[in-house]
Antibody, heavy 123, light 109 residues
């Protein structure tokens, strides 16, 4: 059974960089039928897609966050990561990593999710 | 970017009620729409994909319909475990430009 699990600091200071890692187990991050994504939910608000990566390193970002985010993949560790620079209180959220399906069959939704990790931006 | 507008943003209903939630896209998205159920402290769960296909293991009281820009999620007979927040999500230009609706919170009347 595929599992994904987020890890990273729960507290980040304003103007600093948020860094999270997602570890994939029970499957390979190099699976050609899988894309890997980050989604967040600020407290009391709805879900927001952050970005998606394929194992070859191709990335797709939310235009509203594009200038501040980098998503990368480490195939040897079966992990992918999120970096969000210049954070503010508005970036406080529950951050989820997830598996999405193959673009070739338009399987563009998340069927496996991590439990989520709360990141608070505060000094 | 394609915007999704869900309505209502919240509703109160009783066990056994029929509940309908609407999701409207800012442009046509063909059948590239999924519905999730989200409960506090839990990750979202896929209910319906490709507008009307029921995800494996999801009760048949959930159904989806629509095309183009207007879509609905219907719960035919609300059960206690269905009180949650429901989100639509479009993937028309996947892997680019995924967007979620604002959510509909279904509460107990």
């Amino acid at each position: 059974q595929l599992q994904v699990q987020e890890s990273g600091p729960g507290l980040v200071k304003p103007t600093e960089t948020l860094s999270l890692t997602c570890t994939v187990s029970g499957g390979s991050i190099s699976d050609n039928n899988s894309y890997w994504g980050w989604i967040r939910q600020p407290p009391g608000n709805g879900l927001e897609w952050i970005g998606t990566i394929f194992h070859n390193g191709n990335t797709y970002y939310n235009p509203s966050l594009k200038s501040r985010i980098t998503i990368s993949v480490n195939r040897s560790k079966n992990q992918f990561s999120l970096r969000l620079t210049s954070v503010t209180a508005a970036d406080t959220a529950l951050y989820y990593c997830a598996r999405l399906g193959a673009a070739e069959i338009s399987y563009g939704y998340a069927d496996y999710w991590g439990q989520g990790t709360l990141v608070t931006v505060s000094s | 970017a394609i915007q999704l507008t869900q309505s209502p943003s919240s509703l109160s209903a009783s066990v056994g009620d029929r509940v309908t939630i609407t999701c409207r896209a800012s442009q046509g998205i063909s059948r590239s729409l999924v519905w999730y159920q989200k409960k506090p402290g839990k990750a979202p769960k896929v209910l319906i994909y490709d507008v009307s296909s029921l995800e494996s293991g999801v009760p048949s009281r959930f159904s989806g319909s629509g095309s183009g820009t207007d879509f609905t999620l219907t719960i035919s007979s609300l059960q206690p475990e269905d009180f949650a927040t429901y989100y639509c999500q479009q993937f028309h230009n996947y892997p680019q430009g995924l967007t979620f609706g604002g959510g509909t919170k279904v509460e107990i009347k």
